[in-house]
């Protein structure tokens, strides 16, 4: 995980917040990509993902004729401790352990 990509993919208040929504599951379920509200159209909601997907903070499968994502939770947290805790104040919600921001 290249720490430069990743904070260069979470400039993006976009991409943050999608990060954050998927932080915030505690059962670190897959998500639909349709299923992110982003202010956006289609082919740049397709560009945030490959972002986050490339900086190595979500895993992205196709399932015919869409796709999900996961969050890369162990990976996140073994490089940049806290990171996720910090995305999810930000947003206003419960983190994946519950602690309020």
Known sequence: MDLGKVFAALADDSRR???AELAADPEDRERAC????LPVKKATRTYHFRVLREAG????RDHGNGSTLRLRREEIDKHCPG???LLTAE???PDADGTAP
């Open 34 to 37: 349709g299923s992110f509200d």
């Open 57 to 60: 903070l979500v895993v992205q």
């Open 83 to 85: 990171l996720l805790r």
């Open 17 to 19: 917040r999608v990060i």
């Open 91 to 93: 947003l206003g919600r």
